[in-house]
């Protein structure tokens, strides 16, 4: 009976790989002469199906109660190890550009995980600390790019003249974008800002006259050392900073440069916002994710609450998409789509709503392990959804669950208490 009822989910459940396994793994193309000839692969698929077949019909056979075993919590008792791998991932990041085995692609690869921190971060005020749920981030984002690139074309601004600006234009559309929702929860406010999302891309596709339209905006200029440019050459009567003090140029000074100014941030970022958690305006975040009514009796303006977390979220990320139109000196449309929001709220997520260290783990996972698949390319969107399924089954709640509050009572006050 058990075999018989085994072997029927295990069947069922090789259908259902084989459907799936079809349109996913089951065709590739290649270059035939002057066409493209489609290809089945039916050793992969059979792969597939096997696999799921022979993995349904083990675990039917497994005991009842078996369960997947559950990771360790990382709750307040591990403050003090949190703390310290903090420090050490620190002077790993100081270090990184310098290690042995590092190199131009890992440097750059480290400089896309310190952006999407920096946004991740700046999500999790609004998402993680203020429990509104945001799914038009990038919109906030392609602002901060578009104006430091628009600002430095009609202005001639340098991108740390142009930084402040960009952060507080991309606060003042945050601010404004909060006050018709203001009213909204739940699955609403995730329309509206979804909206805002698509209504920002549309208008930097359409807006040609100013945006670009499509072929986005180009020659943007990049940061400098001191006025020290870091190109081969410089403009006359100007030097490079290889000139200045002396050395050869290579082309890795602008990419370790630029990585250290994208850590200057993030670890700004991070500071602010720990700061911020411990001021009142932070404690009144995670009172509104608790409970707005709450909120109301204690008498806290749920308006006032709303506004800033979206102003200072936005704020983070008008900063990073400066940093992310300097760093390319190109950018369009197509690079603030929705799929980076669904990326920015995604590490929030897997990370633990309102943890600071969550982000940075969901981070580092959800931008490194795509490329650890780069041989096999054409799966490389299937390991990403196989990671964040693997991480919402085995801990649901982000990685670092548990939520620490910003204030904890002192062994005497706990003691008095009643």
């Given at each position: 009976m058990v075999l018989r009822h085994a072997a029927k989910d295990a069947l069922l459940a090789a259908f259902v790989a084989f459907v799936l396994?079809?349109?996913?793994?089951?065709?590739?193309?290649?270059?035939?002469?002057?066409?493209?000839?489609?290809?089945?692969?039916?050793?992969?698929?059979?792969?597939?199906?096997?696999?799921?077949?022979?993995?349904?019909?083990?675990?039917?056979?497994?005991?009842?109660?078996?369960?997947?075993?559950?990771?360790?919590?990382?709750?307040?008792?591990?403050?003090?190890?949190?703390?310290?791998?903090?420090?050490?991932?620190?002077?790993?990041?100081?270090?990184?550009?310098?290690?042995?085995?590092?190199?131009?692609?890992?440097?750059?690869?480290?400089?896309?995980?310190?952006?999407?921190?920096?946004?991740?971060?700046?999500?999790?005020?609004?998402?993680?600390?203020?429990?509104?749920?945001?799914?038009?981030?990038?919109?906030?984002?392609?602002?901060?790019?578009?104006?430091?690139?628009?600002?430095?074309?009609?202005?001639?601004?340098?991108?740390?003249?142009?930084?402040?600006?960009?952060?507080?234009?991309?606060?003042?559309v945050g601010g404004l974008l909060a006050f018709p929702i203001l009213r909204l929860r739940g699955d609403y406010l995730a329309i509206v800002t979804l909206g805002f999302g698509e209504i920002i891309r549309i208008i930097l596709i359409n807006w040609t006259s100013v945006t670009g339209g499509p072929n986005g905006i180009s020659d943007i200029p990049r940061p400098t050392f001191f006025g020290l440019a870091l190109e081969r050459s410089a403009p006359a009567g100007a030097k490079t900073f290889a000139q200045f003090f002396g050395i050869d140029f290579d082309p890795e000074q602008r990419i370790v440069f630029?990585?250290?100014?994208?850590?200057?941030?993030?670890?700004?970022?991070?500071?602010?916002?720990?700061?911020?958690r411990r001021l009142p305006v932070g404690r009144a975040w995670e009172a509104l994710r608790e409970d707005e009514i709450a909120c109301r009796a204690l008498g806290i303006n749920p308006t006032k609450v709303k506004l800033s977390a979206f102003a200072i979220?936005?704020?983070?990320?008008?900063?990073?998409?400066?940093?992310?139109?300097?760093?390319?000196?190109?950018?369009?449309?197509?690079?603030?789509?929705?799929?980076?929001?669904a990326t920015m709220l995604a590490i929030v997520v897997l990370g633990g709503m309102g943890s600071q260290m969550g982000v940075?783990?969901?981070?580092?996972?959800?931008?490194?392990?795509p490329e650890f698949g780069r041989?096999?390319?054409?799966?490389?969107?299937?390991?990403?959804?196989?990671?964040?399924?693997?991480?919402?089954?085995?801990?649901?709640?982000?990685?670092?669950?548990?939520?620490?509050?910003?204030?904890l009572l002192g062994e005497r006050a706990s003691k008095a208490a009643p």
């Amino acid at each position: 009976m058990v075999l018989r009822h085994a072997a029927k989910d295990a069947l069922l459940a090789a259908f259902v790989a084989f459907v799936l396994a079809v349109p996913l793994v089951g065709f590739t193309t290649r270059e035939g002469g002057a066409a493209v000839v489609v290809e089945m692969r039916f050793v992969w698929v059979a792969a597939a199906v096997a696999a799921v077949f022979l993995g349904r019909l083990v675990w039917g056979f497994a005991p009842r109660r078996a369960s997947l075993p559950a990771l360790p919590a990382l709750g307040i008792p591990w403050r003090r190890h949190l703390a310290l791998i903090g420090w050490l991932g620190l002077a790993a990041a100081v270090l990184w550009p310098f290690l042995p085995f590092s190199s131009r692609y890992l440097v750059d690869l480290a400089t896309t995980v310190l952006i999407y921190i920096m946004l991740g971060w700046g999500l999790n005020i609004v998402v993680g600390l203020a429990g509104m749920l945001n799914l038009g981030y990038a919109g906030f984002y392609a602002v901060g790019a578009y104006s430091f690139a628009l600002f430095a074309q009609w202005f001639d601004l340098s991108f740390w003249q142009a930084l402040p600006i960009a952060g507080l234009l991309a606060a003042i559309v945050g601010g404004l974008l909060a006050f018709p929702i203001l009213r909204l929860r739940g699955d609403y406010l995730a329309i509206v800002t979804l909206g805002f999302g698509e209504i920002i891309r549309i208008i930097l596709i359409n807006w040609t006259s100013v945006t670009g339209g499509p072929n986005g905006i180009s020659d943007i200029p990049r940061p400098t050392f001191f006025g020290l440019a870091l190109e081969r050459s410089a403009p006359a009567g100007a030097k490079t900073f290889a000139q200045f003090f002396g050395i050869d140029f290579d082309p890795e000074q602008r990419i370790v440069f630029l990585y250290f100014v994208i850590l200057a941030l993030v670890l700004l970022t991070n500071v602010v916002i720990l700061r911020l958690r411990r001021l009142p305006v932070g404690r009144a975040w995670e009172a509104l994710r608790e409970d707005e009514i709450a909120c109301r009796a204690l008498g806290i303006n749920p308006t006032k609450v709303k506004l800033s977390a979206f102003a200072i979220g936005a704020l983070f990320a008008g900063f990073a998409g400066a940093f992310f139109a300097a760093r390319l000196g190109f950018i369009s449309p197509e690079s603030f789509t929705f799929q980076e929001s669904a990326t920015m709220l995604a590490i929030v997520v897997l990370g633990g709503m309102g943890s600071q260290m969550g982000v940075v783990l969901a981070a580092i996972i959800l931008v490194t392990l795509p490329e650890f698949g780069r041989e096999f390319s054409q799966f490389r969107m299937l390991l990403f959804g196989a990671a964040m399924v693997g991480i919402m089954v085995w801990r649901p709640r982000g990685l670092f669950a548990t939520r620490q509050p910003s204030i904890l009572l002192g062994e005497r006050a706990s003691k008095a208490a009643p």
